[in-house]
């Protein structure tokens, strides 16, 4: 088995020791609210979908199991989450994906310039009747790799990672696919200045 998604909390100890009775998954979604102990064993995931409060690192959970991940989608996190909690996504050397919610807002600049590999930051704003002028700082930053998108439910979330896992267009295709119109000029930006 390659792919594992949870719905719900786990007790004490039972999602450590069901992830470690399965050692071939590397696409991993976690739905819950539990600590990150659980992923300490997981250092061979490359994708994961996760409460914030799995990822990000404290003084007794380190970034070591996170450094193969290339997609990460980080979902219910703090709207008031400082840069601090972000930083560990500058450490992690393969990562190329991220999806997040609008809390990473105030840092998106931070995470585009400092992700050395990064190729694509999903951005989804809970609000999407915002008007094009909330809008405009974000367009501003005319950087093809950021994708901001309308927030989905969680049963979207979930639909939309089975999807992923068997093989469908998922977030992270239709993404991709936004991007690539991006640079092949298919698509207007608001703000785009011309190229030299």
């Not at 997609?71 to 990562?95: G, Q």
């Not at 405009?136 to 089975?162: F, G, I």
Request: hydrophobic share 40%; glycine share 4%; proline share 5%.
């Amino acid at each position: 088995m390659q792919h594992l998604v949870f719905n719900g909390c786990f007790t004490n100890g039972s999602l450590s020791a069901l992830l470690s009775s399965c050692p071939n998954i590397i696409n991993l979604a976690i739905h819950g609210h539990n600590t990150n102990l659980a992923l300490q064993e997981m250092s061979h995931l490359s994708r994961l979908a996760v409460n914030s409060s799995y990822i990000q690192p404290h003084d007794e959970s380190p970034i070591q199991p996170y450094l193969n991940l290339t997609r990460l989608n980080i979902h219910d996190s703090k709207c008031d989450s400082s840069w601090r909690e972000w930083e560990f996504l500058a450490h992690l050397p393969k990562l190329t994906h991220i999806s997040t919610d609008e809390a990473i807002k105030n840092h998106i600049p931070l995470v585009l310039v400092l992700c050395p590999f990064l190729k694509l930051l999903a951005v989804e704003f809970s609000n999407y009747r915002r008007s094009p002028m909330d809008m405009c700082a974000y367009y501003a930053m005319q950087d093809d790799r950021l994708v901001l998108m309308v927030r989905q439910s969680y049963d979207d979330h979930v639909l939309d990672w089975e999807r992923g896992a068997n093989g469908g267009v998922d977030l992270w295709i239709f993404s991709e696919s936004v991007v690539f119109a991006r640079r092949s000029e298919w698509l207007f930006w608001f703000s785009r200045r011309p190229r030299n």
